[in-house]
């Protein structure tokens, strides 16, 4: 079975850092960009941060730009979203999710890794002031 599995959340303190991980089981992540989503209490999901299939091309929403880096390792089928400086907005439940990328497309990244086909469960960021 197909999945990806989040991990690293947790509560800090705000300008404290996490490192959020997603891995895949049951598939390659080779084909896909990987995106980091989160949904807040009572707020909409918004995309945070994409990566393209190679780990080259990534994107990220204006409000963690600089603060947040998204990375991964395609040997270990993980991809990773180090997040630091973090402020009390940053608080959500934190989503990975597959999108198919074809080789060359890097719309997929400055879409912000659209029309996912894979999800992780989620894990909790919580950041107190």
């Known amino acids: 079975q197909s999945q990806l599995v989040e991990s690293g959340g947790g509560a800090v303190h705000s300008g404290g850092s996490l490192r959020l991980s997603c891995a895949a089981s049951?598939?390659?992540?080779?084909?896909?960009?990987i995106g980091w989503f989160r949904q807040a209490p009572g707020k909409e999901r918004e995309g945070v941060a994409c990566?393209?299939?190679?780990?080259?091309?990534?994107n990220y929403a204006d409000s963690v730009r600089g603060r947040f880096t998204i990375s991964r390792d395609n040997a270990k089928k993980t991809v990773y979203l180090q997040m630091n400086a973090l402020k009390a907005e940053d608080t959500a439940v934190y989503y990975c999710?597959?999108?198919?990328?074809?080789?060359?497309?890097?719309?997929?990244?400055?879409?912000?890794?659209?029309?996912?086909?894979?999800w992780g469960q989620g894990t909790q960021v919580t950041v107190s002031s």
């Open positions: 999710a597959a999108t198919p990328q074809l080789p060359g497309d890097n719309s997929v990244v400055q879409d912000m890794c659209p029309s996912p086909v894979k």
């Open positions: 049951g598939f390659s992540l080779n084909a896909y960009a």
């Open positions: 990566i393209g299939s190679r780990g080259v091309s990534t």
